[in-house]
């Protein structure tokens, strides 16, 4: 759908099995997006969740995937979005998902690259899994390390994406997320090895200021030479003081000139763009 609304890039939120297979998925739980609870009962951990990690790709394999639900009471967290139990769908790989992209991208003509995140590495290292090398042999095994594809290598953990310039060298362009919890940010640093900056959009504006000034941030990403794509825009779940996702939009890309933004709505966004760019 993203493809055919279009998106320019395409995100995979990555996570891996019990047995190494790296999963388009962007919880380190199964509990809030599938049927795990009914299909495996008696394998959650001592906090109530049932992890990916705790599970075979072909356990995987069985789950009904469906819109995220309110872990407390099962309602849809977005309602308006597609029903939860109006079709059975199912988490797919990221060798799988690089392939459809591929074919996506040679059926229609059109190329929209690829996003991916490495979702918690450290965390996955603890559980005896190097998230990274799957990512990155998936990539390598779809042609995605090669010069010139459309690719940004995403992830929160700055020394992972440190780790994993050393390791690839300087062509595959990564981007440093940024939470909203974070302060204090070293974008000279982040410029040694990282294209760009992934911000929460609570570090670019303001919204609790009349007018929702900027806070600076894109200003001191491009002096830095470093890329601005914040996330998540959403129709559904707009900031406070901010009425629709065009005037996000507006207010984000028109005003503070960012280079890209992740978005739930491309079809959306692209048609916002394609107006206020003729």
């Known amino acids: 759908m993203a493809h055919a609304g279009g998106a320019d890039f395409l995100e995979q ?5 019990r047995d190494g297979v790296a999963l388009v998925f962007h919880d380190l739980f199964l509990d809030a997006l599938t049927d795990v609870a009914e ?8 906090d109530g969740f049932h992890y990916c990690v705790d599970f075979d790709h072909t356990e ?4 009904t995937l469906r819109e995220r639900r309110v872990p407390d009471s099962g309602e849809p967290l977005y309602p308006a979005r597609f029903p939860p ?7 797919p790989t990221l060798a799988e998902e690089l392939a459809f992209v591929r074919g996506l991208n040679q059926s229609t003509g059109r190329e929209a690259g690829v996003y991916p995140e490495i979702k918690e590495p450290a965390w996955h290292r603890r559980e005896g899994i190097d998230l990274s090398a799957a990512v990155l042999a998936d990539l390598d095994a779809a042609g995605y390390l090669a010069a010139g594809q459309k690719i940004f290598l995403q992830c929160f953990d700055a020394d992972e994406l440190q780790r994993l310039r050393g390791q690839v060298g300087t062509g595959l362009p990564m981007i440093q997320l940024l939470s909203s919890k974070q302060s ?3 974008l000279r640093a982040i410029s040694r090895y990282a294209q760009g900056i992934g911000p929460s959009l609570k570090l670019l504006v303001n919204f609790a200021e009349p007018g929702h000034p ?17 996330y998540t825009l959403r ?3 707009l900031p406070p003081g901010v009425a629709s ?5 507006e207010l984000v890309v028109g005003r503070l000139q960012v280079n890209g933004v992740f978005t739930d709505f491309p079809d959306r966004a692209r048609t916002w763009l394609d107006r206020e760019t003729d």
Not at 13 to 17: E, G, K, N, S, W
């Open 13 to 17: 939120d990555i996570v891996a099995t």
């Open 39 to 46: 299909r495996f009962p008696g394998r959650a951990r001592s």
């Open 60 to 63: 995987i394999q069985t789950l």
């Open 85 to 91: 139990h109006a079709a059975g769908f199912r988490i």
């Open 184 to 186: 204090g940010f070293d």
């Open 214 to 230: 900027g806070t600076g941030l894109r200003e001191a990403a491009a002096e830095a030479g470093l890329l601005v794509h914040p």
């Open 235 to 237: 129709a559904d779940d």
């Open 245 to 249: 996702l065009d005037e996000l939009l």
